[in-house]
């Protein structure tokens, strides 16, 4: 079982930076971002392939959110710049140890542990 603890969330305002990090106990072959805010689903922001590092963005972040794996920390930071109104969410790091499915969908439900999520409120 892959424990996973956020942390770096807080309020900024928009075209502002924040940092979040996920420490993890145990490298999955799959890890990601999501975020949910009030009355949505919970959407993927990236994902990351373990063993190769192949990453995927969602439309909505790519080219202002970075992604990135320190496998000797077992750290997975989410760097975000340009932040907008709209990016206001709960932010959840998650990781699998199954393969087979498709990673670039961004989908939820292929995740089977979660961490508790942090929150980023960015306002206008």
């Known amino acids: 079982q892959v424990q996973l603890v956020e942390s770096g969330g807080g309020s900024v305002q928009a075209g502002g930076s924040l940092r979040l990090s996920c420490a993890y106990s145990e490298d999955p072959i799959y890890m990601g971002w999501f975020r949910q805010a009030p009355g949505d689903e919970r959407d993927g922001v990236a994902v990351?392939?373990?063993?190769?590092?192949?990453?995927y963005y969602s439309e909505s972040v790519e080219g202002r959110f970075t992604m990135s794996q320190d496998k000797r920390k077992k750290t997975l930071d989410l760097q975000m710049n340009n932040l907008k109104p709209e990016d206001t969410a709960m932010y959840y790091c998650?990781?699998?140890?199954?393969?087979?499915?498709?990673?670039?969908?961004?989908?939820?439900?292929?995740?089977?542990?979660w961490g508790q999520g942090t929150q980023v409120t960015v306002s206008s």
């Open positions: 990351v392939a373990t063993p190769d590092g192949t990453t």
């Open positions: 998650a990781a699998t140890q199954t393969s087979g499915f498709p990673a670039w969908a961004l989908a939820p439900r292929y995740f089977d542990f």
